[in-house]
């Protein structure tokens, strides 16, 4: 079944005649298969850089497969994993922390990146925390890249392979690093003024600079995928949320209903590598409150609805010189809010 939420496709016309991105593609469905796919301004097929959708689609999922088999557990502290990971401060952050954003990490370095894995493991595990782990939530990139070297370590495979082998089965196209065609076709962006490829128009190449210093395959940052991939990774989410126990591994009910689930932190919207409803996120006013998603810098964002049997893809490329954050974020509101009767 295929519908087109009139007041929703006008929401981004006006943002792309706005120049608050130059291309959008989208897919909004159910349990059951998509309801509306379309695009603006590109082709549907059009890959993007995903950009923190990373985080919940790959991160999270793999840390899931771990947890379930026992390779991983929430509470082990992440001084077990992590050497360099010292001081009375850091000693009682455990994993958990990390997949809420409550691990007391900045977002970003304060300097330019290192070069490799073990150089930015040594630059996060010995920087000075920002507060007191678990007194609030700063959403951090750090954290996952933490997050990204356990689950190789763990997983006894890179994050990509690990990913590649739990995802394909249900979402091919979801992929790190483009090439071929794939690359060609993908949607572009600007590099920023701090990466040391400024002002590059980088097509099928990552965005993020931290990634792309750890060769284009990290926790926070790195993942491709058109939205028709996202939305059939969004479908098995959902359904696993919804009960469905058909999901292959890791998403059983009772584990996505696990990372699901609210953090205790205090004033945080977060769960388990993923964000959770607030009237006043991303995903509008108008979503129930059993709601969780992600939104990445690139102008990206997946937000699914157990209650309303809904999943909400929105793929743009606002960092090819459009608009800011708070007005993508506008953006984001105003189409989900849209498609509230849909």
């Known amino acids: 079944m295929n519908q087109t939420p009139t007041a929703a496709r006008l929401v981004l016309e006006s943002a792309l005649n706005a120049h608050v991105f130059p291309t959008a593609a989208l897919d909004v469905g159910s349990s059951d298969g998509s309801?509306?796919?379309?695009?603006v301004g590109t082709a549907f097929e059009t890959p993007f850089d995903?950009?923190?959708?990373?985080?919940?689609i790959a991160t999270t999922t793999v840390l899931m497969d771990l947890v379930?088999?026992?390779a991983v557990t929430l509470e082990e502290p992440v001084a077990r994993s992590m050497t360099d990971w010292r001081g009375d401060d850091r000693v009682p952050v455990t994993v958990r922390e990390l997949l809420e954003h409550a691990s007391g990490l900045a977002a970003r370095l304060v300097d330019a990146p290192p070069s490799g894995r073990r150089e930015f493991e040594h630059e996060i595990c010995t920087m000075q925390l920002e507060y007191e782990p678990r007194t609030k939530s700063i959403y951090s990139d750090l954290g996952f890249i933490l997050l990204g070297f356990l689950a190789a370590d763990r997983g006894g495979a890179t994050l990509d392979a690990q990913f590649a082998r739990l995802v394909n089965p249900i979402a091919s196209g979801l992929t790190f690093g483009l090439s071929g065609d794939e690359q060609r076709r993908a949607a572009p962006t600007i590099a920023l003024?701090?990466?040391?490829?400024?002002?590059?128009?980088?097509t099928g190449e990552v965005h993020d600079n931290y990634a792309d210093a750890l060769g284009g395959v990290a926790g926070h940052a790195g993942l491709f995928g058109a939205a028709a991939a996202?939305?059939?990774?969004?479908?098995?989410?959902?359904?696993?949320?919804?009960?469905?126990?058909?999901?292959p591994a890791p998403l059983t009910p009772s584990l996505v209903r696990l990372f699901t689930t609210p953090?205790?932190?205090?004033?945080?919207?977060?769960?388990?590598?993923?964000?959770?409803?607030?009237?006043?996120?991303?995903?509008g006013t108008r979503m129930s409150p059993s709601a969780f998603g992600h939104v990445g810098f690139t102008g990206t964002s997946l937000w699914i609805d157990p209650e309303r049997d809904r999943y909400f893809v929105l793929l743009t490329n606002r960092a090819n010189g459009g608009g800011s954050v708070e007005t993508m974020r506008e953006v984001r509101r105003a189409f989900h809010d849209a498609l509230a009767e849909l």
């Open 263 to 283: 953090s205790t932190v205090p004033g945080s919207s977060r769960a388990l590598g993923w964000d959770t409803m607030r009237p006043t996120s991303s995903c």
């Open 68 to 70: 379930g088999k026992g």
């Open 193 to 202: 003024a701090e990466d040391v490829r400024r002002g590059r128009v980088l």
């Open 35 to 39: 309801l509306w796919q379309d695009a």
């Open 230 to 247: 996202v939305g059939a990774f969004a479908r098995a989410v959902l359904r696993a949320a919804r009960g469905d126990t058909t999901m």
């Open 50 to 56: 995903l950009a923190s959708l990373t985080k919940p």
